[in-house]
C-alpha cells in the first residue's frame, strides 16, 4: 500500500524560480514536471495528469486566471487542486484568482517551505473530497484502508465492525431509491450517534458504498457501539417505514423472478467484527475479508446480529456462541 509521490505541475514564466521551487518539492518528497506558459501548462495536464498544478499569474499565451477558467469549465480537470502564484498581488488579484476557481493564491517573494505545506494541504483536502461518498459525506473504500493500514503499521488493537442493512432490496423495489437513500443516510447518522453515545475514542468511521458501512474502533468499544448502532436504526426504521408496514412488521413486494408477491422484515443490521486482539492481520485486506467473512454469517441470522470471531464473545469469555442480537 506504498504510495506515489504526487506530481506537482509547476507553470512559471521564470525559469530559475520554477527550477528552484521544483527542487525544494522533490526534498519534500513530491514528484515536479515543468511548463513555462499557458499552452505548455494545457500539454502537460492532459499529458502527465498532475496532483496539483502552481500556475503563474502572468503567464504568457494563456494567463493564469483564465488557465484556472478553463480547467474548472473541463469535468476531466474540474477538481484539479489549482494554487496561482503572484508578484505582490492586490486583494482583488486573489480575489479574482479565487473566484476563477483557484483553491489558494501565493505571493511572491515566497517562502518554499510555506508552498510545500499550502501545497500538501491542498491535495490532502481534494483527496478528501474526492475518496468521501457523495451520499453521506463520510470516507470511502481508500480512506477507510489508509486508517487501517495505519493502525496495523503502529500496532494499535482494533475492532473492524463492517455493517449492512437486511432486507434492503425490498426498500428499494417498495419505495424506490430515494427513499432508499433516506435509509442509507438515516444509517450514517446512526453510525456517528453509536460512536458518541459508546464514547469510542479514538474511532474511524467509514462508508464503503451503498448500504455497507464501516466502524474502526478499540475492542473494548465494539460490543457498545454496535449494541447502541442498532438500537439507533431500529428506531429510524419505524419512522422511514409506511406505517401499515411497521404496525405488520414485514414489507409485502413483487419477486423480481417470479414476480409473486413475497414479504420481507423489516430492515435489519448484520454486523461482522475482525478484532486484532484474536487474529494477528498482516495487512488492512486481511481484516477487511475476515469482517467480510462475519458479516455474511451474521446475514444468515434474522434480525439485528452481531457476528464476532471465535474465542471471543460480547461477555469477554472464550466461550461460544459467536453471534449476539439486540432485537428490542
Request: proline share 6%; hydrophobic share 40%.
Amino acid at each position: 500500500m506504498a504510495n506515489t509521490p504526487e506530481l506537482v505541475l509547476i507553470s512559471d514564466a521564470d525559469p530559475e524560480i520554477a527550477e528552484f521551487l521544483a527542487a525544494r518539492l522533490r526534498a519534500d518528497g513530491f514528484d515536479t514536471a515543468l511548463a513555462r506558459d499557458g499552452y505548455q501548462a494545457l500539454a502537460g495536464i492532459a499529458l502527465r495528469r498532475p496532483g496539483i498544478v502552481l500556475l503563474e499569474a502572468d503567464l504568457p499565451f494563456i494567463d493564469g486566471l483564465a488557465l484556472t477558467r478553463q480547467l474548472r469549465a473541463d469535468p476531466a480537470t474540474a477538481s484539479l487542486p489549482i494554487i496561482l502564484l503572484g508578484a505582490q498581488p492586490s486583494s482583488a488579484d486573489k480575489i479574482a484568482g479565487l473566484k476563477a476557481g483557484a483553491d489558494d493564491y501565493i505571493a511572491k517573494p515566497f517562502d518554499p517551505a510555506e508552498v510545500s505545506a499550502r501545497i500538501d494541504s491542498a491535495i490532502r483536502r481534494h483527496r478528501e473530497v474526492r475518496e468521501s461518498s457523495p451520499l453521506t459525506g463520510m470516507p470511502g473504500n481508500d480512506r477507510i484502508l489508509r486508517e487501517l493500514q495505519s493502525w496495523i503499521k503502529r500496532g494499535d488493537p482494533f475492532a473492524l465492525c463492517y455493517i449492512d442493512i437486511d432486507q434492503f432490496k425490498a426498500v428499494n423495489d417498495v419505495y424506490g431509491f430515494v427513499r432508499g437513500d433516506e435509509f442509507i443516510r438515516a444509517l450514517a447518522e446512526c453510525v456517528y450517534a453509536a460512536a458518541g453515545d459508546a464514547g469510542a475514542a479514538p474511532v474511524f468511521l467509514g462508508h464503503v458504498g451503498g448500504d455497507d458501512f464501516t466502524i474502526l474502533c478499540l475492542p473494548e468499544h465494539a460490543e457498545a457501539v454496535t449494541g447502541f448502532l442498532n438500537d439507533h436504526f431500529a428506531r429510524r426504521v419505524r419512522a422511514l417505514c409506511e406505517p401499515r408496514d411497521v404496525e405488520r412488521g414485514y414489507i409485502e413486494h413483487a419477486d423480481r423472478t417470479s414476480r409473486r408477491l413475497t414479504r420481507s422484515r423489516l430492515p435489519t443490521l448484520s454486523t461482522g467484527v475482525a478484532l486484532s486482539t484474536v487474529r494477528r492481520f498482516a495487512d488492512a485486506y486481511e481484516a477487511v475479508a475476515e469482517a467480510t467473512t462475519l458479516k455474511s454469517v451474521a446475514k444468515s441470522h434474522p434480525g439485528n446480529y452481531v457476528a464476532f470471531p471465535e474465542g471471543r464473545t460480547p461477555g469477554r469469555t472464550n466461550r461460544r456462541p459467536v453471534f449476539w442480537t439486540n432485537d428490542r
